[in-house]
């Protein structure tokens, strides 16, 4: 079957299934996976050190399991209000501080990040920390969460933004082939499968293990077709597409590292700095595979990063 033509693919959206407690589980477990530890957490580290986060009020937007919010609280913030729309993961976030129960100066809150239910000019420091991906065009709500980042930071608060890069790229492991051989193979699998619905091209997907990032749209069967550079015009800003990551298949919407920038600034925030890491040549990619079994990466980490980090600030 050739692939669709532009936008005229399935929609996904309105077919999706809302995450559970098992998905909030395999989502805090899957982390940011191999690529996450090596282009992605060190960066984070530096920019939220303690001398960024003690005594501060801090935002968790779009926080998931809460990671984030856990690390600010041993970091010394003195209060986190940890946020995110989906109920089954702020249920995650809290019950993993235990039977003692979270400290005093942590709120979870359900709550739309295109909505915060927080003060003007109340937190000190912001984070959305892969959050952006999983909003939509409509209703313009990916631009509303930077406004409303921008209305409830205080003058000189600091905005933290990670976001995935290279969504046309393949990912892997280093054992996969290119990006049109996955779709061979993929094609290969949807005529064996019976399950034509959103789930059954999430199983097939999840059968990918030597794939850790690629991005996916239905055809109009249900088939699911990989995103390259070659039919990058198959997907738009905003359409929901489907995200193999590390552990798991996801629900996401395609926002390119360009509208992070224009949507950040168009609300008012200035960008500090911003790193989108990636091996310089293949000796430093055969470096890091050779230094630990469980944490390699393909060929296409060369100079295709596959996160974008800013550090934005609200002017004084």
Known sequence: MSDPKPHEHRRIRGELSRWGEAEAKRYEAAKHGP?????????????????????????????????????????????????????AMIARAREKWGEAGPPTNIDFVVANVANLPLDNDSQDVVMSINVGCNLPEVGDVFNKHFNEAYRVAKPGAMLVVTAPDSLNTVFTDGNEPNGESVQSEIDQLWERETDHTVGGAKKILSTLVHILRATFILDKTGKPIVITDKNSQLVKSGDPILRKIPGLVVDNNYHTAAEYRQAAQAAGWEIVSESNESFADETERTTHNEAGSTNKLGKEYIEHPPFIMLKLTKQQ
């Open 35 to 87: 690529d996450g530890r090596r282009f992605l957490d060190n960066n984070l580290y530096e920019v939220l050190d303690e001398a960024a986060i003690k005594d501060k009020v801090v935002a968790d937007i779009g926080a998931g399991a809460g990671p984030w919010s856990e690390y600010a609280i041993k970091l010394g913030a003195s209060h986190v209000t940890c946020l995110d729309l989906n109920p």
